[in-house]
Structures are given as structure tokens and as C-alpha cells.
Nanobody, 129 residues
């Protein structure tokens, strides 16, 4: 069963912004690194951003680091992805995923999909004029 829930997706015009949320119900995220992935139609799933359990370690895909920001609110057991400005090529399904932050370098967006144990259902982001 999936214990992560994403929200905040929707339809937005190019140049607009969205803030996605990732929340856990059955467990606290305090000990987990959290990552965002996305999958565009006809494309493979790719890493977007990740944040370490302490919130200090943050990594982004190189092409997105100037437009996307990942942060977390421990009091709300929630991780966010702020996206602005959005481009049409950002369209896709966005997933959050969690893995126990039990070793150095666990927070990465390169070749990292397989290490994440918990996943959400995904939220659709559509950027169109």
C-alpha cells in the first residue's frame, strides 16, 4: 500500500507556478529522504529534486535547479515542490517518493528511482497556453 499522497497539480499557463505537496499518513517523514520524480507522455520517469531527512541536503536535476525548489515542513509532515516559472515541457505526472536516509549520498536524482521504497499515486501537472 502507498502511504504517500501528492496534491497541488493542475492546469497552468506557461510562466505560471504551482506548489506540489507530499504528505505521509502512516509514518513520520523525519527519517526519510524525499524525492520528486516526473514522467511526461512517452518519456521515462526522471528525477526532479530530493531533500535529505534534515532538510539541509537538497539536489536538483541540473536543468531545473533555477526554477524548482524543494523544501519541507516537519510540523506538517509534508514536503513541497515549488515550481516557477513553468514551461510546457514540465507537463507530466509528478510523484513523490521516500527512502530511509540511512547512508551518505542517499539523496540524489541520478539513477535513484530504484532505491525509493514508498511512492505516491502521482499528481498531474499540465502547462499549456
Amino acid at each position: 500500500q502507498l502511504d504517500l499522497v501528492e496534491s497541488g497539480g493542475g492546469l497552468v499557463q506557461p510562466g505560471g507556478s504551482l506548489r506540489l505537496s507530499c504528505t505521509a499518513f502512516a509514518f513520520t517523514l523525519d527519517y526519510y529522504a524525499i524525492a520528486w520524480f516526473r514522467q511526461a507522455p512517452g518519456k521515462e520517469r526522471e528525477g526532479v529534486a530530493c531533500i535529505g531527512n534534515s532538510g539541509g541536503d537538497r539536489n536538483y536535476a541540473d536543468s531545473l535547479k533555477d526554477r524548482f525548489t524543494i523544501f519541507r515542513d516537519f510540523s506538517k509532515n509534508t514536503v513541497y515542490l515549488q515550481m516557477n516559472p513553468l514551461k510546457p515541457e514540465d507537463t507530466g505526472v509528478y510523484f513523490c517518493a521516500a527512502v530511509l536516509d540511512n547512508m551518505p549520498g542517499i539523496c540524489t536524482v541520478v539513477g535513484a528511482e530504484g532505491r525509493y521504497r514508498y511512492w505516491g499515486q502521482g499528481t498531474q501537472v499540465t502547462v499549456s497556453a
